[in-house]
């Protein structure tokens, strides 16, 4: 009895698995308004009334789109097909005039490249415009089961095939991209610093000071994604670049912060490779910031290379339109030492007690152009002074916190797309 209900369960599995019925993957984009005076909520309404009632039939798995692009050509349904997975797009346009609204539908078929259906409604606009926009809606959906029935044995075949051969060129066109990103940071570094001097009478005094210094910088970047594995640079100000420092009031060559940041990723097979893990090396140079005559500061830059400066970063895109990351270098320190006569040598030294953090997040206006901005937060204490006859003796020391703030513009391009239309 046992064995014959599990013959029965496992019977039924594989039936509803072999002979489950194929469904229209169905796309609702957007109503486009093309009147002189636009009305973006009726826009709105004719999106989410038209998904509403296709949701409800059987044959029919629906989804909105996400993005909020005008469709104008059949180049511009056909990537928002692809990027959402869908066999069918609906979408259109309306003209309100008076009292009165016209709107035309269309229905492109992205698997044989073919308009299935164009429609046409009007209605009145006022204090009826919920029941004018339920029966446009309602319209629509009717015309698209005519064109779009229950698919036979033999049309579930062919659907299966046409989706097989296209979405497996979207997913190399998806991960094939380059990006190029040009922004502009401002480090608001805050310090403490403490300077010891001799009085010219044996006696070591000490002189604090308190200050920040926002600085305005250029930076530029790539980042190259080939199949899972992604790589990135971004770095900047490089020595001798032009800075803007607001406490000078003016333009200088001379950066209160210089870094570059390499990274290589891997996007994991699972959650649909949204989620890439990789390591980091950030090449830190952040100048002496504690030279104080009469309380004005002095940027000087000095060559501090950092020590273990390997990180890690997460990558998270969970679509197309958005893209986040962040990244730890947690072990990095950085010293310097320079001999000088009589046995003395000189030291830099700096030591992290936060680590170098880094936020990030873009987004994408269309399928090229994105903006991002970014968040980088350290904590250090930085230590200058003598080592004499085995003992060290400070001149200065302090503690330091950066804070860098990076808007910037990205440009992203799909190189296999071009490649494929070069062809």
Do not use: C
Not at 12 to 27: G, Q, R
Not at 105 to 127: F, H, N, P, Q, Y
């Amino acid at each position: 009895m046992n064995f014959k209900r599990i013959f029965v369960f496992l019977f039924l599995l594989f039936s509803s698995y072999f002979f489950a019925e194929t469904k229209w993957n169905i796309v609702v984009a957007n109503w486009i308004d093309l009147s002189d005076y636009r009305d973006k909520s009726i826009a709105s309404m004719l999106k989410s009334s038209v998904y509403n009632k296709l949701i409800k039939e059987k044959n029919f798995d629906v989804q909105l789109s996400a993005d909020n692009i005008a469709i104008f050509s059949i180049t511009e349904a056909n990537n928002i097909s692809l990027s959402n997975k869908a066999d069918i797009i609906v979408y259109g346009y309306y003209y309100v005039e008076g009292k009165s609204i016209f709107v035309i539908t269309e229905v492109w078929d992205v698997l044989k490249k073919k308009l299935k259906m164009r429609s046409e409604a009007k209605g009145v606009v006022g204090i009826d415009i919920f029941d004018t926009i339920d029966e446009i809606s309602l319209d629509i959906k009717q015309k698209i089961k005519e064109v779009l029935p229950e698919l036979t044995l033999e049309e579930e075949t062919e659907v299966k095939k046409l989706r097989q051969t296209i979405y497996e060129k979207e997913e190399i066109k998806v991960e094939r991209q380059f990006y190029t990103k040009f922004g502009v940071g401002v480090d608001f570094g805050v310090k403490n610093a403490t300077m010891y001097y001799n009085d010219g009478m044996g006696n070591t005094l000490s002189k604090s000071l308190n200050a920040n210094y926002p600085v305005f910088y250029p930076m530029i970047g790539f980042m190259i994604r080939y199949w899972d594995i992604r790589t990135d640079f971004f770095g900047g100000p490089m020595p001798g670049w032009l800075v803007y420092n607001s406490k000078e009031g003016g333009f200088t060559t001379v950066s209160p912060v210089h870094y570059m940041n390499f990274s290589i990723s891997y996007y994991l097979p699972f959650f649909n490779k949204q989620f890439a893990l990789g390591l980091t090396v950030k090449l830190l140079n952040f100048p002496d910031r504690l030279e104080s005559y009469d309380n004005k500061l002095i940027l000087e830059g000095e060559d501090l290379l950092p020590t273990l400066p390997f990180g890690f970063n997460i990558i998270w895109n969970p679509n197309k339109t958005f893209e986040f990351s962040l990244s730890i270098i947690p072990f990095v320190s950085q010293y310097k030492e320079e001999n000088k006569s009589s046995g003395i040598i000189d030291f830099k030294r700096v030591k992290y007690y936060v680590p170098f953090i880094s936020l990030s997040g873009a987004y994408f206006i269309n399928r090229d152009i994105g903006v991002e901005l970014e968040m980088a937060y350290a904590s250090y204490d930085l230590f200058n002074g003598s080592i004499e006859n085995s003992q060290e003796k400070l001149r200065s020391e302090s503690r330091s916190s950066i804070m860098n703030f990076i808007i910037s513009f990205i440009y992203r391009v799909d190189y296999s797309e071009l490649s494929k239309n070069a062809k």
